[in-house]
């Protein structure tokens, strides 16, 4: 059995993820380089080898493997400060094995379909002119990864 690569997992996330060995109108070498900005001391992932490997088109997130341990992937929100956070931030959304992604994907369209039946229905306001709804949808964070049962929750917001 072949194992499958990271540019075939990324396909199966979906049209929101761009991997990184496509082309795109964003600069991917600065994705990189603002998630080394970001993590600061404090962050769970400093001094990790992180390879970002895809990016969000409707938001910050990153999609990274870990180079130590290639069985490890993580979901991180860039917050694009272009410093050193403090705190939880940069939040991770998601860590784990790509299963834990996939879940975690999972539960983010299961959010998105619930909405979206919810404004047909009436019983949620729409998006308005500016892009945004009347509430964000909240998706807990997936955390499966052992070694790090502290990492701190990132949920996931969409607008």
Known sequence: MREMKDTDRVAGLGDD???LSEGCDLDHTALSHELRTEVHPAH????AALEVIAH???NDDVLCRHLDTPARYSIIHLTWSRREEIGSCPTIDADG???HIVAYEDGID???SAAEALERDGRRTPMGSAGTPSRPLVVEAV???PEDPATPPGPFRRG
């Open 143 to 145: 955390h499966a990864w």
């Open 56 to 58: 969000r088109w409707s």
């Open 17 to 19: 993820w761009c991997d």
């Open 110 to 112: 299961a959010a998105l």
């Open 97 to 99: 094995e790509w299963s």
């Open 44 to 47: 769970p992932f400093f001094g």
